[in-house]
């Protein structure tokens, strides 16, 4: 695994560029930052806030938008700057509402013990989906809380010290048995999730040439899967794209490409 | 295609893709400086603001003297100022101090009382302690006397014990003594029975002898008419007439009088030889009685007559018929004067039969 040290490095340090306007005529005041792919919009938003406080009336108020859809806080980085911007236009500009909270399209994360919960509850969904739950059953709280703790402090070694045991495969496995992961369609935040097994049923590794025919439905058939703002190759074996490619929630979020 | 080609080809895209958006990264670092630093002259900025008004109010203050005087003004008074709060902040110490002392005074005068009472209790403790060692003292002296008593009359005890046992065996031979000399008696009782009886025997023996003798002489000697023996007897008594024969007594079968004299049995009863009418009673009730029977059925108590310690067993009067003797179960015998019913003499028999 030395050699996905390198690739794993790699992913760990994407970051976006983002430039932070308020959504208003009057204001030209602009705030840059540059948001960590794997992060989650709850936990790296503090210095917007401090920026902005004038503005604030009330701290559970502010919200995101990109041309005018509004930015999940539950949702990587990442993964939503694959999504909504097609272009790939840098910087991403960003803009920050203080009222009108759309409900019924955001949840509200008031403090990051509830963004921890949802990040854990990831965890231990992709890891039924993997050991069916028998590795993070093992693990103990101060492990959870390191997982945790290295995300939101943008700590690498800290993170893989334990998300390493949640990667492993035994040699009889060879290989999950089945693969956390979530293909987005084009279609908003919406995405479609399978049993994938890593194998075919002879016993042959699959790629994601195989991924695509399993979700190509007679109207749309995907040509190709982005995630991490690449373009991933199809002959890329789905067991090494789980384990070096998933983001910190252990589930690869691969967005479809279609024709 | 191998797994190092799709590897490569993926690293190699995170690494473009990170260049291509790492471009913004110094922009962004620079932002922040420029924000940071925009905040920092903006306090300045007030600071200076503020310093400023200040000045600008000294300088309405001090009117129409040029800037140079006003410098040194300005700064003379900055320096009473300074001196003028140094002072206050003495001051201030001072009597800061000077309450710590009140208070550290007051402190040690509490101290002090303390101590006083310490020392008062102390003593009061030894004085107690004192008394406490001499009462153990005496205790303990009390103690070895007890003790000493104690051996005493175990020892006493012990004595006593072997003298009671010494005492117990010279009991029992006593007792086996007695019993051989009670049998003896009742042998010699017996022999003395025996011969009380012989005698008694041979003595009628001979009266009958001697009356027949004399009855032989009698038909011998006169006529009447001769009965045939065996002669009944009644007849013969109320024939007989002649002094020198022997009479037979009347059998009494009349009560002539009846009283209770003492309580309980009554043992011995004796007429006076002199006085006439006057019988002595003796009885169960340790008293010996002296009454006036008169005549008709009429009786009077002349006198009772005490000191028996057990009933009275028998009395006698004397010749004089001014003392009367009695005896009783007490082992002794006493005589008292009629009348003046006083106890002359008690003998006790035990010591006069040794």
Redesign the interface.
Same mark, same amino acid.
């Given at each position: 695994m030395a050699n996905d040290r390198e690739v794993l490095k790699v992913v760990w340090e994407g970051k976006i560029p983002a430039k932070f306007v308020i959504d208003s005529n009057d204001n030209d005041e602009v705030y840059y930052l540059n948001l960590p792919r794997i992060s989650y919009f709850a936990l790296c938003t503090d210095k917007v806030k401090k920026h902005f406080q004038r503005h604030i009336e009330k701290e559970d108020d502010i919200w995101f938008s990109y041309m005018d859809v509004p930015l999940k806080f539950h949702i990587p980085i990442g993964v939503i700057y694959d999504l909504l911007v097609s272009d790939n236009s840098l910087p991403w500009q960003i803009n920050v509402h203080f009222n009108k909270f759309p409900e019924d399209i955001l949840f509200k994360f008031p403090n990051k013990d509830v963004i921890e919960s949802h990040f854990l509850s990831c965890l231990k969904e992709a890891d039924f989906l993997k050991h069916k739950g028998q590795v993070i059953c093992q693990l103990q709280k101060k492990d959870h809380k390191q997982l945790f703790l290295g995300l939101q402090n943008d700590k690498f070694d800290q993170f893989w010290a334990v998300n390493r045991r949640l990667m492993e495969t035994t040699e009889q496995e060879n290989g999950f048995k089945n693969l956390p992961l979530r293909c987005y369609t084009d279609d908003g935040y919406s995405y479609l999730q399978k049993l994938i097994t890593p194998l075919t049923e002879k016993g042959q590794k699959k790629t994601l040439k195989d991924l695509l025919v399993e979700f190509s439905t007679p109207a749309k058939k995907p040509v190709g899967a982005k995630t991490h703002g690449i373009e991933v190759p199809l002959e890329t074996e789905l067991q090494w794209l789980s384990e070096t490619l998933s983001y910190p929630d252990n589930f690869l979020h691969l967005c479809l490409i279609y024709e | &295609?191998t797994?190092n080609? /799709?590897?490569n %080809? %993926? =690293?190699k895209? =995170?690494?473009?893709?990170?260049v291509?958006?790492?471009? /913004?990264?110094e &922009?962004?670092y620079y932002?922040?400086r420029m =924000?940071e630093r925009n905040y920092e002259l903006k306090s300045e900025n007030l600071a200076i603001t503020l310093e400023n008004e200040k000045l600008r109010k000294g300088i309405d203050a001090g009117g129409g003297i040029d800037l140079g005087s006003i410098a040194r003004i300005q700064s003379l008074e900055k320096k009473l100022l300074e001196k003028q709060e140094e002072l206050m902040d003495l001051h201030k110490r001072k009597s800061d101090h000077q309450s710590m002392i009140i208070d550290l005074n007051v402190k040690v005068s509490d101290l002090q009382k303390q101590i006083e009472h310490k020392n008062i209790s102390l003593n009061e403790q030894q004085k107690l302690n004192q008394m406490l060692k001499a009462e153990v003292n005496l205790l303990t002296v009390k103690v070895g006397k007890l003790e000493e008593l104690n051996s005493t009359l175990k020892d006493e005890h012990t004595a006593l014990h072997l003298l009671f046992g010494s005492l117990e065996e010279k009991l029992k031979k006593t007792q086996a003594e007695n019993a051989q000399l009670l049998e003896r008696l009742m042998k010699s009782k017996a022999k003395d029975a025996e011969k009380m009886n012989e005698e008694n025997e041979t003595f009628l023996r001979k009266k009958n002898d001697a009356m027949k003798r004399e009855l032989a002489e009698a038909m011998g000697s006169d006529s009447n008419t001769i009965l045939s023996p065996p002669i009944n007897e009644d007849a013969f008594f109320h024939g007989c007439s002649a002094p020198n024969v022997f009479f037979g007594d009347e059998i009494p079968n009349k009560v002539h009088m009846k009283f209770d004299s003492n309580d309980g049995e009554v043992n011995a009863v004796r007429w006076s030889p002199l006085m006439e009418r006057m019988i002595a009673t003796g009885g169960a009730d340790r008293k010996v009685k002296l009454w006036d029977v008169g005549k008709g059925n009429t009786y009077e108590l002349r006198g009772n007559l005490i000191g028996s310690n057990q009933a009275v067993t028998s009395l006698d009067f004397d010749s004089t018929g001014t003392l009367i003797l009695a005896s009783s179960n007490d082992y002794a015998s006493r005589v008292w004067g009629i009348n003046d019913h006083r106890l002359r003499v008690s003998i006790n028999i035990v010591i006069l039969s040794i």
């Amino acid at each position: 695994m030395a050699n996905d040290r390198e690739v794993l490095k790699v992913v760990w340090e994407g970051k976006i560029p983002a430039k932070f306007v308020i959504d208003s005529n009057d204001n030209d005041e602009v705030y840059y930052l540059n948001l960590p792919r794997i992060s989650y919009f709850a936990l790296c938003t503090d210095k917007v806030k401090k920026h902005f406080q004038r503005h604030i009336e009330k701290e559970d108020d502010i919200w995101f938008s990109y041309m005018d859809v509004p930015l999940k806080f539950h949702i990587p980085i990442g993964v939503i700057y694959d999504l909504l911007v097609s272009d790939n236009s840098l910087p991403w500009q960003i803009n920050v509402h203080f009222n009108k909270f759309p409900e019924d399209i955001l949840f509200k994360f008031p403090n990051k013990d509830v963004i921890e919960s949802h990040f854990l509850s990831c965890l231990k969904e992709a890891d039924f989906l993997k050991h069916k739950g028998q590795v993070i059953c093992q693990l103990q709280k101060k492990d959870h809380k390191q997982l945790f703790l290295g995300l939101q402090n943008d700590k690498f070694d800290q993170f893989w010290a334990v998300n390493r045991r949640l990667m492993e495969t035994t040699e009889q496995e060879n290989g999950f048995k089945n693969l956390p992961l979530r293909c987005y369609t084009d279609d908003g935040y919406s995405y479609l999730q399978k049993l994938i097994t890593p194998l075919t049923e002879k016993g042959q590794k699959k790629t994601l040439k195989d991924l695509l025919v399993e979700f190509s439905t007679p109207a749309k058939k995907p040509v190709g899967a982005k995630t991490h703002g690449i373009e991933v190759p199809l002959e890329t074996e789905l067991q090494w794209l789980s384990e070096t490619l998933s983001y910190p929630d252990n589930f690869l979020h691969l967005c479809l490409i279609y024709e | &295609m191998t797994e190092n080609d /799709f590897r490569n %080809i %993926i =690293l190699k895209r =995170l690494t473009e893709r990170n260049v291509r958006e790492s471009k /913004f990264e110094e &922009m962004v670092y620079y932002t922040h400086r420029m =924000l940071e630093r925009n905040y920092e002259l903006k306090s300045e900025n007030l600071a200076i603001t503020l310093e400023n008004e200040k000045l600008r109010k000294g300088i309405d203050a001090g009117g129409g003297i040029d800037l140079g005087s006003i410098a040194r003004i300005q700064s003379l008074e900055k320096k009473l100022l300074e001196k003028q709060e140094e002072l206050m902040d003495l001051h201030k110490r001072k009597s800061d101090h000077q309450s710590m002392i009140i208070d550290l005074n007051v402190k040690v005068s509490d101290l002090q009382k303390q101590i006083e009472h310490k020392n008062i209790s102390l003593n009061e403790q030894q004085k107690l302690n004192q008394m406490l060692k001499a009462e153990v003292n005496l205790l303990t002296v009390k103690v070895g006397k007890l003790e000493e008593l104690n051996s005493t009359l175990k020892d006493e005890h012990t004595a006593l014990h072997l003298l009671f046992g010494s005492l117990e065996e010279k009991l029992k031979k006593t007792q086996a003594e007695n019993a051989q000399l009670l049998e003896r008696l009742m042998k010699s009782k017996a022999k003395d029975a025996e011969k009380m009886n012989e005698e008694n025997e041979t003595f009628l023996r001979k009266k009958n002898d001697a009356m027949k003798r004399e009855l032989a002489e009698a038909m011998g000697s006169d006529s009447n008419t001769i009965l045939s023996p065996p002669i009944n007897e009644d007849a013969f008594f109320h024939g007989c007439s002649a002094p020198n024969v022997f009479f037979g007594d009347e059998i009494p079968n009349k009560v002539h009088m009846k009283f209770d004299s003492n309580d309980g049995e009554v043992n011995a009863v004796r007429w006076s030889p002199l006085m006439e009418r006057m019988i002595a009673t003796g009885g169960a009730d340790r008293k010996v009685k002296l009454w006036d029977v008169g005549k008709g059925n009429t009786y009077e108590l002349r006198g009772n007559l005490i000191g028996s310690n057990q009933a009275v067993t028998s009395l006698d009067f004397d010749s004089t018929g001014t003392l009367i003797l009695a005896s009783s179960n007490d082992y002794a015998s006493r005589v008292w004067g009629i009348n003046d019913h006083r106890l002359r003499v008690s003998i006790n028999i035990v010591i006069l039969s040794i």
